[in-house]
T-cell receptor, first 112, second 113 residues
Framework: KQEVTQIPAALSVPEGENLVLNCSFT??????LQWFRQDPGKGLTSLLL?????REQTSGRLNASLDKSSGRSTLYIAASQPGDSATYLC???????????FGTGTRLLVSP | DAGVTQSPTHLIKTRGQHVTLRCSPI?????VSWYQQVLGQGPQFIFQ???????GRGNFPDRFSARQFPNYSSELNVNALLLGDSALYLC????????????FGAGTRLSVL
């Protein structure tokens, strides 16, 4: 069964901390992996897309890594800010399938 | 350029009614996907359309149907609404079905009473 798990479910940190969000998937035959941000009651904002042939992607203070052999991806956020407070979702597209399989997300709160 | 637009933003229906949700993809995008997000959960895949053909269908009952028009916009229809259909319905568009970034709209919040 193709599943995506995100740990922790919630995370609270003071402003300025560096933090890591984790995503694990059950099948190494992935096509790509995408990280999203979701603000309460809103749609999803794409943060980073990693193709299966890539090891990492960077955008500003965000860095996402992919390790297919261990079935893991991490999203690293440097120097966190209160505006980073949101739910972060990991989504995997498995090879041969059209759909994205989402985790349940990590709810991040960054306190001033 | 406009992003993915969905209408309406909010909708309240009663059990047994029918609902139609609409999605306009980013200009130039030919693939549209629909997802259902229940509160506290990740989105669940419902349908994907590319070049007006269904390319994928999730594990949803036949009460759910969709179509894509020649201008690549899409409709999601749900018949015989149940309380459990209350959710945020998200539309995503991309240039092609698999390789490219999926861009999501703000969603339609459906409440079934």
């Amino acid at each position: 069964k193709q599943e995506v798990t995100q740990i922790p479910a919630a995370l609270s940190v003071p402003e300025g901390e560096n933090l890591v969000l984790n995503c694990s998937f059950t099948d190494s035959a992935i096509y790509n992996l995408q990280w999203f941000r979701q603000d309460p009651g809103k749609g999803l904002t794409s943060l980073l897309l990693i193709q299966s042939s890539q090891r990492e992607q960077t955008s500003g203070r965000l860095n996402a890594s992919l390790d297919k052999s261990s079935g893991r991806s991490t999203l690293y956020i440097a120097a966190s800010q209160p505006g980073d407070s949101a739910t972060y979702l990991c989504a995997v597209r498995y090879t041969g399938f059209q759909k994205l399989v989402f985790g349940t997300g990590t709810r991040l709160l960054v306190s001033p | 350029d406009a992003g993915v637009t969905q209408s309406p933003t909010h909708l309240i229906k009663t059990r047994g009614q029918h609902v139609t949700l609409r999605c306009s993809p980013i200009s130039g995008h030919k693939s549209v996907s629909w997802y259902q997000q229940v509160l506290g959960q990740g989105p669940q895949f419902i349908f994907q359309y590319y070049e007006k053909e269904e390319r994928g269908r999730g594990n949803f009952p036949d009460r759910f149907s969709a179509r894509q028009f020649p201008n690549y916009s899409s409709e999601l229809n749900v018949n015989a609404l149940l309380l459990g259909d209350s959710a945020l319905y998200l539309c995503a568009s991309s240039l092609a079905p698999a390789k490219n970034i999926q861009y999501f709209g703000a969603g339609t919040r459906l409440s079934v009473l």
